[in-house]
C-alpha cells in the first residue's frame, strides 16, 4: 500500500494562492493516475483535479482555469497549484487515485482555509 504524505496546506485571503504536495512512498506512484480531493465540513469528499500516468489532466468545473494538477514521477510527488483561491475552496484536501473511495487509505490531509 502506499503511504501518501498531503503539505503546503495554510490560511490565505482570497485571490492568493497556494501550492500543495502529496509525497508517495513508492515508486509504483508513477504508474498511477493521481488525483486532488477536498472536503469540506459538512460536505461530501469531491474528486478536483486527475491526471494520468501519462500526464492528461482533467478538472472540476468548479477549479477549471484556477487549478493546476502536475507531477514529478523521479521524486514520486504529485502538486497541485491553487491560484485565485476563494472562500469556497476552504477544506481538507487530500491526494489519492481517482477511484479511492471512503474506507480505502487516505492520508492525513492538508487544511486550506481561505479568508474573504
Known amino acids: 500500500q502506499v503511504q501518501l504524505v498531503e503539505s503546503g496546506g495554510g490560511l490565505v485571503q482570497a485571490g492568493g494562492s497556494l501550492r500543495l504536495s502529496c509525497a508517495a512512498s513508492s515508486s509504483i506512484f508513477a504508474i498511477l493516475a493521481m488525483g486532488w480531493f477536498r472536503q469540506a465540513p459538512g460536505k461530501q469528499r469531491e474528486l478536483v483535479a486527475l491526471?494520468?500516468?501519462?500526464?492528461?489532466?482533467n478538472y472540476a468545473g468548479s477549479v477549471k482555469g484556477r487549478f493546476t494538477i502536475s507531477r514529478d514521477n523521479a521524486k514520486n510527488t504529485l502538486f497541485l497549484q491553487m491560484n485565485s483561491l476563494k472562500p469556497e475552496d476552504s477544506a481538507v484536501y487530500y491526494c489519492?487515485?481517482?477511484?479511492?473511495?471512503?474506507?480505502?487509505?487516505w492520508g492525513q490531509g492538508t487544511q486550506v482555509t481561505v479568508s474573504s
Open positions: 489519492n487515485e481517482p477511484t479511492a473511495r471512503g474506507n480505502d487509505y
Open positions: 491526471i494520468t500516468s501519462g500526464g492528461t489532466t
